[in-house]
């Protein structure tokens, strides 16, 4: 079992950066995958970026590529995604989880992760 804790999440304004930290009770394993996804009210589930315990490759959506950036402390079990540049519709609950390395994983496919956080409020004022 995997406990995942989002933190981070506040209220902002348009242009400004933030960053959102997810604490691991433990890797899921080394080749693992950890992702972040946000949900806006009335939609669903986006995926927003995913990267791996172990390794260099990142992989990110569409609608965040260029301005976001996920990274981790292996030491600490930590992920995180470092936002820039927010605009109001990033507006979202923002979720980590947790997943096998697989094509459906780095693909942001949400089925495919097995573990999930509570997830923290992101709110980009105009």
């Known amino acids: 079992q995997v406990q995942l804790v989002e933190s981070g999440g506040t209220l902002v304004q348009a242009g400004d950066s933030l960053r959102l930290a997810c604490a691991a009770s433990?890797?899921?394993?080394?080749?693992?995958?950890m992702g972040w996804f946000r949900q806006a009210p009335g939609k669903e589930r986006e995926f927003a970026a995913a990267?791996?315990?172990?390794?260099?490759?990142?992989w990110y959506g569409d609608s965040v590529k260029g301005r976001f950036t996920i990274s981790r402390d292996n030491a600490k079990m930590t992920v995180y995604l470092q936002m820039n540049s927010l605009k109001p519709e990033d507006t979202a609950v923002y979720y980590c989880a947790a997943g096998p390395l697989t094509t459906a994983t780095v693909n942001g496919d949400a089925r495919a992760y097995d573990y999930w956080g509570q997830g923290t409020q992101v709110t980009v004022s105009s």
């Open positions: 990267i791996m315990w172990s390794g260099t490759n990142t």
């Open positions: 433990r890797r899921n394993f080394s080749s693992g995958v």
